[in-house]
């Protein structure tokens, strides 16, 4: 279980990295759902706000604010 947790933080560390390198302008909802898709993850509009939800999965709250502290904390590469 520990394993399928340190895996799925490598994934969505890895596209939201990816994300936070392009500018907002070009970003697209399609490329959000396929990286929800490669994330277990099932991407959903409430409101004016795009949530990903991660079934099935044994996400505590401690956890997933460890990974977007981690996520927060990598640096973005200029230039």
Same mark, same amino acid.
């Given at each position: 279980?520990?394993?399928?947790?340190?895996?799925?933080?490598?994934? =969505?560390? @890895?596209?939201?990295?990816?994300? $936070?390198?392009? +500018?907002?302008?070009?970003?697209? %909802?399609?490329?959000?759902?396929?990286?929800? =898709?490669? @994330?277990?993850?099932?991407?959903? $509009?409430?409101? +004016?706000?795009?949530?990903?939800? %991660?079934?099935?999965?044994?996400?505590?709250?401690?956890?997933?604010?460890?990974?977007?502290?981690?996520?927060?904390?990598?640096?973005?590469?200029?230039?």
């Amino acid at each position: 279980m520990r394993l399928r947790a340190q895996n799925l933080l490598v994934e =969505v560390s @890895t596209h939201w990295v990816k994300c $936070k390198i392009k +500018r907002i302008e070009n970003w697209s %909802l399609t490329s959000l759902q396929q990286g929800s =898709v490669k @994330t277990g993850g099932r991407l959903v $509009k409430h409101a +004016r706000y795009y949530w990903l939800l %991660l079934g099935e999965s044994h996400l505590t709250r401690r956890l997933f604010g460890t990974m977007l502290r981690r996520i927060w904390a990598l640096q973005v590469p200029t230039g």
